[in-house]
């Protein structure tokens, strides 16, 4: 009795497994032809063509602003003072005494960077040392500018550069 339930179970399932994919594409053929009755049966035209089109075209294309690139004649240069090179420049670390840089006007912590020398300290605001960049971090200084401010702040420091 079990082996006639099973048979029929097993010819169920393949029937079941021949229906599925037969009404699947039943249904797509279906939709296929009843889109292609409701689609318009004239052919698709194509937009005019326009004569002159290269005038147009170059017309949309063309570039909204044009860049002029100049040297500007600044004129001569003229070097900033030291005061002035320190203002813009040194005292963003000098007037704190960020990162162990000696104040401004502090005269203990600038007496043996004085002794140093003069030359040794412009060098070291020229090329930088420890964690102060050269030249303070402004490329555009010239050298001459860079000695000015080192003579200023070390003049306020205690020493007698010229």
């Known amino acids: ?23 699947i594409l039943a249904l797509t053929l279906i939709i296929a032809l009843i889109a292609k009755l409701a689609s318009p049966t004239a052919s698709p035209t194509q937009a005019p063509v326009i004569a002159d089109t290269s005038a147009a075209v170059l017309e949309n294309i063309k570039p909204v602003a044009t860049v002029v690139v100049a040297v500007a004649d600044a004129g001569p240069h003229v070097d900033k003072t030291g005061e002035e090179v320190v203002k813009a420049v040194c005292a963003m670390c000098h007037a704190a005494g960020l990162m162990n840089a000696p104040k401004i006007g502090d005269k ?41 401010a080192v003579i200023y702040m070390a003049n306020a420091g205690g020493a007698a550069f010229k």
């Open 108 to 148: 203990e912590a600038w007496k043996p960077r004085i002794a140093q020398g003069q030359a040794t300290l412009i060098s070291h605001a020229t090329n930088g040392i420890r964690s102060m960049p050269a030249k303070g971090g402004n490329s555009s200084l010239s050298d001459n500018e860079v000695s000015n």
């Open 1 to 23: 009795m079990s082996d006639n339930n099973t048979e029929y179970k097993a010819s169920t399932f393949v029937q079941l497994m021949l229906v599925i994919p037969g009404a």
